[in-house]
């Protein structure tokens, strides 16, 4: 069998302040290599804390994340941006495009920030909106694209460097139903093409049949559904 590519041991995050929120209260799983897996749950669930734990975005308060057989919590600061560079890609529910920058230089950002070759990089950027179905929106700026377009030139963003897991949280909601369906049916050509593993938060219920699975939150616990 081979390594889980993501593993969470009692995993906590409590948020300080005059009455702490418990937001993660020690959860535990593992996700499959290759796989497409749905985070749900009601607002206020976990579900984002969960995300930002796993990315490195934020660290727990509790617990082990392994990140292909790398223990990241205990990182330095600097290591987890380089690792989070070089191996995460993210997608977020406002895109957070650079509006100054053509869809083209948003995409091969992240590899100059690693110091990459810029031509062939810029090539790749261009391969990569292609594969997305903007390879006519090369030089458009985030302004003159769509909000469907949009997220399709965060998610080129997001591979540029090969990521080994791309996390997205809530990347449909703010895009009609026509434009969620493309980035939906675009995550499961690049798990079935590219064998990429993705996490996804989503409140859609109807989101499930692009899934393998799902990892029900509830109140920072592995819900009961999960369970039986
Ligand atoms: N930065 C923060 N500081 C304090 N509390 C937070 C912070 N972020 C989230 N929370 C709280 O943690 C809980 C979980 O939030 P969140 O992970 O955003 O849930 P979800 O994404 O499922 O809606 C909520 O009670 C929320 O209010
Ligand atoms: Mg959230």
Known sequence: MTQP??????????????????????????VERGSFVAVMG???????TLLH??????????????????EVTH?????KTEFRLAYLGYVFQDYALIVE???LENVFLPAMALGRDPVAYRKRASELLTLVGLGARLGHYP?????????????????????????????????????????LDLFKKLQKELGQTIMMV?????????VD???WLEDGLIGEKEKS
């Open 42 to 48: 009601r607002s206020g669930s976990g579900k984002s």
């Open 75 to 79: 990182l330095s600061d600097r290591k």
């Open 5 to 30: 590519i993501i593993i969470a041991k009692d995993l906590e995050r409590t948020y300080p302040g005059k009455v702490p929120t418990r937001a993660l209260r020690g959860i535990s799983f593992e």
């Open 202 to 210: 989503t409140h859609e219920p109807d989101d499930k049949r692009y």
């Open 143 to 183: 302004t003159e694209l769509s909000g469907g377009e949009q997220q399709r030139v965060a998610i080129a963003r997001a591979l540029i460097n090969e990521p080994k897991i791309i996390f997205a949280d809530e990347p449909t909601a703010n895009l009609d139903t026509a434009s969620a369906v493309t980035v």
């Open 101 to 103: 920058f053509t869809a």
């Open 53 to 70: 734990q796993l990315s490195l975005i934020d660290t727990p308060t509790g617990g082990e994340v392994h990140l292909d057989g790398v």
């Open 213 to 215: 699975r799902v990892i």
